[in-house]
T-cell receptor
Framework: DGGITQSPKYLFRKEGQNVTLSCEQN?????MYWYRQDPGQGLRLIYY???????QKGDIAEGYSVSREKKESFPLTVTSAQKNPTAFYLC?????????????FGDGTRLSIL | AQSVAQPEDQVNVAEGNPLTVKCTYS??????LFWYVQYPNRGLQFLLK??????LVKGSYGFEAEFNKSQTSFHLKKPSALVSDSALYFC????????????FGTGTRLQVFP
C-alpha cells in the first residue's frame, strides 16, 4: 500500500540535543510538508518542499531544519534552538502542483522533553 | 488576511441524529476548501473538498459539506451520526497567493453519544 511513514512514533529529547524525525513516502508525490500540532491551535506549517533539493520556510520555521535529498524523504531536525519542542509532528505530501489535491498525512511523531 | 474559523471547540450529538460542524473562511479569490478527520494519535484523513461546481459536496463515510459563498461558510454535515464518528475535525482552505500552503482551522471535537 502506498502511504507516508513517520518514525519514530514517540521521541524524547534531552536539553541541548538535536533530534531528527523521519518522513518517507512511496506515493511518488513531489511536494512534502511538515506541520506542528498543539492542542487547540490546529496545524502550523514548519517547512515545505515542492521539489528535490529545494524547500521553503513555513510559518514557524525557527528552531527547525530540513533537507530534501531524495523525492521520497523529507526529514525534520528539531534543534536545541527550539525552546518548546513538545508537540505532535505531522508530515504530509501532495502530487505535483497540489492546488486542487488534498494532502496525504502520516501518523505523526510525538516529541517530548526529558 | 487568509484565515479559517471553526467557532465550536466541541460538538455533542446523539447517535442517529444529524450533525453539523461549522467552518467559515476568509480568502481572496475563489476558495479551495477541504475537510479532514483525525482519530487519536493518528494523522489527518481527507474527507472531502470543494473546488468548483455544485455547492453540496459528498465525501467519505457518509459526510457531506455545503459551500455557501455569500456566508463564506463550508459546514460539514452528516444525516445520521455514528459513535465511530467521534473524532477531531479540521477545516482547511488553500492559501490564495501561495497555493502550496493550506490554512487550517483550530479543529472541532465531535462527540457522538450512544
Amino acid at each position: 500500500d502506498g502511504g507516508i511513514t513517520q518514525s519514530p512514533k514517540y521521541l524524547f529529547r534531552k536539553e541541548g540535543q538535536n533530534v531528527t524525525l523521519s518522513c518517507e513516502q512511496n506515493l511518488n508525490h513531489d511536494a512534502m510538508y511538515w506541520y506542528r500540532q498543539d492542542p487547540g491551535q490546529g496545524l502550523r506549517l514548519i517547512y515545505y518542499s515542492q521539489i528535490v533539493n529545494d524547500f521553503q520556510k513555513g510559518d514557524i520555521a525557527e528552531g527547525y531544519s530540513v533537507s530534501r535529498e531524495k523525492k521520497e524523504s523529507f526529514p525534520l531536525t528539531v534543534t536545541s534552538a527550539q525552546k518548546n519542542p513538545t508537540a505532535f509532528y505531522l508530515c504530509a505530501s501532495t502530487p505535483g502542483q497540489g492546488k486542487y489535491q488534498p494532502q496525504h498525512f502520516g501518523d505523526g511523531t510525538r516529541l517530548s522533553i526529558l | 488576511a487568509q484565515s479559517v474559523a471553526q467557532p465550536e471547540d466541541q460538538v455533542n450529538v446523539a447517535e442517529g441524529n444529524p450533525l453539523t460542524v461549522k467552518c467559515t473562511y476568509s480568502v481572496s479569490g475563489n476558495p479551495y476548501l477541504f475537510w479532514y478527520v483525525q482519530y487519536p494519535n493518528r494523522g489527518l484523513q481527507f474527507l472531502l473538498k470543494y473546488i468548483t461546481g455544485d455547492n453540496l459536496v459528498k465525501g467519505s463515510y457518509g459526510f457531506e459539506a455545503e459551500f455557501n459563498k455569500s456566508q463564506t461558510s463550508f459546514h460539514l454535515k452528516k444525516p445520521s451520526a455514528l459513535v465511530s464518528d467521534s473524532a477531531l475535525y479540521f477545516c482547511a482552505v488553500r492559501h490564495s497567493y501561495n497555493t502550496d500552503k493550506l490554512i487550517f482551522g483550530t479543529g472541532t471535537r465531535l462527540q457522538v453519544f450512544p
